[in-house]
């Protein structure tokens, strides 16, 4: 009788012993999680979009591409892949193109952004746009905001004359070739297979400037 009794008082106390951990290490995760949650930084980003000034509070982790559609709420550029394989996210930085998703938001800090909003309006298209109605460049559409950010910014490198592998001469002057504009365009992918209408709808524009 005597062992039983001192059999339940152990096990009582071993249980009352688990349960203050349990709630100590409760107590302590819950601390714990309301500091990191106080305590994350948060970085203010001044970005021009489209021309307009736009002031951000993010946390640094944001992508540019998020920055864009979660934040400012441009949700002309698409989240493909989310891992730089798509080029649905692509946008114009400083007049260069890159892929929104592959960019933190604080690295923009002071850089002028434009994404398909600020190409045109459905009055007024952007001769891309418009090129790209015309030759029927897209299908279900979603890659199509990338697409066009790409194509408009293919031209302008090769008006620069800045190379690409499809050149046999890495020191002539590129040229606005089916073969040059295809190779600069195979970072964005066209899961609906509209490749030969938006080279088409490219060489349109690429004509119009000669
Ligand atoms: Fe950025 Fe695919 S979403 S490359
Ligand atoms: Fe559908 Fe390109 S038009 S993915």
């Known amino acids: ?38 305590v994350a930084p948060t970085y203010k980003v001044a970005l021009k979009v ?15 591409l998020d920055a864009l559609r979660e934040h400012l709420l441009l949700t002309g550029t698409k989240k493909g892949c989310d891992h730089g394989q798509c080029g649905a996210c692509t946008v114009i930085v400083n007049g260069e193109r ?23 309006t459905p009055e007024r298209l952007h001769p891309m746009q418009a090129a790209f109605v015309k030759h029927d460049g897209y299908q279900c559409g979603y890659c199509t905001p990338g697409q066009i950010c790409s194509a408009i910014s293919v031209l302008e490198e090769i008006r620069r004359g800045i190379p690409s592998h499809a050149q046999a001469d890495l020191m002539a002057a590129p040229q606005a070739t089916g073969a040059e504009m ?29």
């Open 1 to 38: 009788m005597a062992s039983e009794t001192f059999h339940l008082s152990r096990r009582e106390m071993l249980m009352s012993s688990a349960t203050t951990a349990a709630v100590s290490s409760i107590v302590s995760e819950t601390a714990e999680a309301a500091e990191v949650v106080d």
């Open 50 to 64: 489209n021309g307009t000034s736009r002031a951000l509070t993010l946390d640094p982790r944001t992508t540019l």
């Open 98 to 120: 890159i892929n929104a998703c592959l960019s933190l938001a604080v690295q923009h800090d002071g850089d002028a952004v434009t994404t398909i909003e600020g190409l045109g």
């Open 182 to 210: 295809r190779e600069r365009m195979s970072g964005n992918i066209c899961r609906c297979g509209a490749y030969s209408n938006i080279a088409e709808a490219m060489a349109d524009v690429a004509g119009a400037r000669t």
